[in-house]
Nanobody, 124 residues
Framework: QVQLVESGGGLVQAGGSLRLSCAAS????????IGWFRQAPGKEREFVAA????????YYADSPKGRFTISKDNAVNTVYLQMNSLKAEDTAVYYC?????????????????WGQGTQVTVSS
């Protein structure tokens, strides 16, 4: 059973930085894509970024591109989301998700496993 546990959320001022972590367990993840998503109050969950475990290829949504960086550490089975130059509109619950895939995919419905989420609040 795949388990994903997010951490690293918190309250930060606009312009600040946070690093989110997604600790993955229960499988060998070499065939997996790990994605970060976020959901703001009253809005649908949206794709932020994803990484393909086997070759480290990445893909970003337009909004965080250039400000957020997704990466992973194979030794600890953890995927990170480094968020810089944070804006008030980045405020949301951030989730990591996983699926077996050859290619990075965006729709939330394509992901099979989800973490519980971590709150990120950016004050303006």
């Amino acid at each position: 059973q795949v388990q994903l546990v997010e951490s690293g959320g918190g309250l930060v001022q606009a312009g600040g930085s946070l690093r989110l972590s997604c600790a993955a367990s229960g499988r060998t993840f070499s065939s997996y894509v790990i994605g970060w998503f976020r959901q703001a109050p009253g809005k649908e969950r949206e794709f932020v970024a994803a990484i393909k475990w086997s070759d480290n290829s990445t893909y970003y949504a337009d909004s965080p591109k250039g400000r957020f960086t997704i990466s992973k550490d194979n030794a600890v089975n953890t995927v990170y989301l480094q968020m810089n130059s944070l804006k008030a509109e980045d405020t949301a619950v951030y989730y990591c998700a996983a699926r077996v895939a050859r290619l990075i995919t965006i729709p939330t419905r394509n992901y099979d496993y989800w973490g519980q989420g971590t709150q990120v609040t950016v004050s303006s």
